[in-house]
């Protein structure tokens, strides 16, 4: 589906194309298929007008111009003017190294032998249009191999490795030792059960360097443009003054002493002139919205002044608090900050339904978070800093609240999901009030909340979900015939959000803080989330016509539970059936799965594993990613995510979920670190014998009596607010593939 400036893009370097069989031939660039072949060299190439032009010029002994390039490495990468000398003005400015080795390895191909194709590993930053979108140097662990310009390793490269000859047509990478000394590669043992890693397809941590370089939700997350979010604040003005709706606070007053009448509902001074910034009482009596901003502001007083020891807040209320409070949460501000919730954080975190969502029916915390969160994203900084004063006092509410905290009857047996779940709402949107707390605070609140969030608040939401019963966030049958319900639709399937959400809060924490995870996969006896095009239907019937087109019988939405999905994609292959009905589950579903490895993937760091540990990790990775192309082919153009979408319909497009590949890239690169060995100069430093060096692979007792022990796993620091150890992990594989 092309964006709103009619532009094809490229879901791996994202040039526009404005018509879609240009943007097919693009994306040949980024494979290793080269199905057509000189007839006179035997060169082959991805695309049939190149090996027209090469034709012309083809002297059927060599592909490659001997002229030297004029362009360094580096300049070539970046786009820039290069003036050829050595160093370049650029990189002598810059103070980098600058070399022409893509040139020196070209003009060495030219007398070379070896024309097996082969798909070098790309480097971040390359452009894919110089060379088909190789890069001229093969990249492996760290070590750079001439080949040739077709991007083949040269016979120099296939010497030191045998995995680079003809052998290895798929151009597949393994885990070896690199010794530096004498420049040679070792192969692992035959008896490593390691299979093949898939190449990281031009995948970069676009995302991931800045979300782990940053603070803030609308720094970290998709959340729109400056620009924008102004555009959406000033449509809705527009709007509001269309429909007759002035933002005008009312004058709520309280007692100012504390005791019963101090809790008492506010009154509106009904002798307000609307020409000066005031409205008769009697016109806010009748919006039922102005009740339930009564309840929030009162729920805060009482938060304030009523604080137990431990409590959270540290504010006094005063009148001139108060007074705060109420322009905060006035009619006004509070209907912008819920715009801006929808319009741009809500395609983030999909948990509530907004087409039957009712303000004047829903629980006064969920309004108030929401609002708060709405407020962190707004473009005006007042905004900003007006809700840091209330972001404890809400959290003190929302995790103080009678349906938060009561206790849920739940069965041990597995037995079937109850036929209603519209009895449980309120206590799920106070679970979704307490995640969206989380949210805000963990990116908005102070280091100080950001911890108590992490080790206490999140533990209790996770006890809550699993009182509400994971395993009871299930679909009906709804391809049966019945009266379609569409409130009982729109429950289930928040509840199934819901606990989707809090599953990859808890990986964030895994991944990003290296905490200890609170939830484990095989709890998550729970059904898949539906196709965004359900979710988002505005109508009963919309809804259920696009759930009889998207989640048929033969899906896998009501017929497989997540924690069987995630062990489905570890195993060794998938049928390509398989694969094209798990890439039908859409972006969330499979961002929950590849979320999931790191789960796997802390274990096994922190535990005394061995080697082979490792396949179904490795396995998961490589049919996620296969899975992962086949649905953004098929499927993504269904779900529109571009930021220039018509602002009524911003809260549809897709949110960070699409960069789910940055989250795979990682976990192969974890998975890289992990399953390296000590190379035999190192095991000889400690003192072990080359029996020794060989048992690293299974822990335990060395051939010599050496205790050996499992490494150290990457991240060393645990419970850690910063996300620096991400950061600097994703910097280093950065600097290793661009320089």
Sequence with gaps: MPDAEGLHRCPVCFKGYKRREHLQRHRSSHTSERPHRCIVCNASFQRTDVLKRHLQTCDGTSTISSNRRRACDRCVRQKKACNSLQPCQNCEKRAVRCEYLIASSAAAAASSSSTQPWDPLPKLGDDPSISGGLTPRFDFRGVDLPVDGLGSPTAESAQHFPGLDNQNPDGVWFDVDYNHENNT????????????????RGYSFGFLYDFTSRTGLVSSFECATLER?????????????????????????????????????????VHGDISQGMLPGALWLNNPIVAKLEDIVLLIKRAVTFRPNNAVVDLSWTPALEQKCIEFFSPYKFSKFMELYWSVWHPNVSIIHRPTFDQAASKSILLASMALLGACVSPDL???????LWLNCVEEVVFTDADFCSDVESSDDEAEPPVTM??????????????????YQNWEGTDASKRRIRRHRFSTVVSVARDMGIDSARHLDYSREYEFRWNE???REELIRTFIWIFLLDTAFVIFNNLPHRMVFKEMKMHMASPEACFQAVTAEECFQQIRVRMPRSSLFCSILLRDAIESFCAETLPVDTQQKFSQLGALNLFTVVSAFHYLIFQHQNSLGVVGQLV???????NWINIWEH????????????????????????????????YWLLGLLLTDRISATPTKSQSHALGLSDASRASLQNPGVAGDGVQVKSADPILEKYDQTSMRQVNDLIADFQRFQVE
């Design 185 to 200: 590669f070792t192969q692992p043992p035959e008896d490593t059960e390691l299979p093949p890693v898939p190449k990281y």
């Design 229 to 269: 979010r102004q555009q959406i604040v000033a449509a809705f003005d527009n709007a509001y003054i269309n429909n007759l709706e002035p933002f005008i606070t009312p004058r709520l007053q309280f007692d100012s002493h504390v005791g019963d009448d101090a809790l008492s509902a506010p009154y509106v001074d």
């Design 382 to 388: 007042q905004d900003n800093q007006d809700a840091r």
């Design 422 to 439: 519209l009895p449980m709402k309120q206590k799920l949107q106070a679970l979704q009030a307490a995640y969206v707390v989380c949210l």
């Design 489 to 491: 639709y729109v429950i």
């Design 616 to 622: 179904p990790i490795r396995n998961g990775l490589r």
């Design 631 to 662: 649905y953004f082919d098929t499927w993504s153009s269904s779900y529109p995510q571009d930021a220039a979408l018509p602002l009524e319909t911003m809260w549809k497009r897709m949110g960070f979920v699409r960069f789910a590949p940055e």
